[in-house]
């Protein structure tokens, strides 16, 4: 079974410019989640996503962050225009679970996508 | 906030020895505890998970031990490898609301030969 894909795995932009990140979950998996991992640090919740409904964006930056979730499989991240704090790996993540499901509490991640903002 | 504290940053072990990290928390809410092991260019995988009405849980030479009142618990990696050197997440979810799961800050394990 195929795992979390993201891309792309790196991404070097100057500041200001956009920069969108991919994420396809593992098939059946009705919740996703957007994660940000600074340089030695655990990974936060940006959104999360119940089929396309973001349930969870309290953390988002909503100002210069964006993500959808178009037929409640694919998702799209974009950040526009970029600052230079904005540098670090952005995981996506998949789980079973959602409305009337119990989420079991294991998270599947892809391997991430390493933004740099020079 | 930090809602879940993780010492120590870094932790270098021998070959065989005993790893433990530590992990806080506050929340009474958390119904859930799993760590992560997360390798150099990969994303975090759960390596194993105990529910707090459980003391200790085992997996091979992986264990857990959670204190409900004291509000804390740990990881053990009993005869550790060199192929363990990875970074550890513990975390916490949440009981209610949509179940959010809060990561702790990251041990980074070395185990030299």
């Known amino acids: 079974e195929a795992g979390v894909v993201q891309s792309p795995r790196y991404k070097i932009i100057e500041k200001k410019q956009p920069v969108a990140f991919w994420c396809n979950p593992i098939?059946?998996?009705?919740?996703l989640y957007w994660y940000r991992q600074n340089l030695g640090q655990g990974p936060e919740l940006l959104i999360r996503?119940?089929?396309?409904?973001?349930?969870?964006d309290s953390q988002l930056p909503k100002d210069r962050f964006s993500a959808e979730r178009l037929k409640g499989v694919d998702s799209t991240l974009k950040i526009q225009p970029a600052e230079l704090g904005d540098s670090a790996v952005y995981l996506c993540a998949s789980s079973l679970g959602g409305p009337g499901r119990r989420f079991t509490g294991e998270l599947f991640f892809g391997e991430g996508s390493r933004l740099t903002v020079l | 906030q930090q809602q879940v504290k993780q010492s120590p940053q870094s932790l270098i072990v021998q070959k065989g020895g005993i790893s433990i990290i530590n992990c806080a928390y506050e929340n009474t809410a958390f119904d859930y505890f799993p760590w992560y092991q997360q390798f150099p260019g990969k994303g975090p995988a759960l390596l194993i998970a105990i529910r707090p009405d459980v003391s200790e849980k085992k997996e091979g030479r992986f264990t857990i031990s959670f204190n409900k009142s004291a509000k804390q618990f740990s990881l053990h990696i009993m005869d550790s490898q060199p192929g363990d050197s990875a970074t550890y997440f513990c975390a916490a979810r949440n009981s209610g609301g949509y179940q959010k799961v809060t990561f702790g800050t990251g041990t980074k394990l070395q185990v030299i030969p």
């Open positions: 098939s059946g998996h009705n919740t």
């Open positions: 996503y119940e089929n396309e409904e973001a349930v969870d």
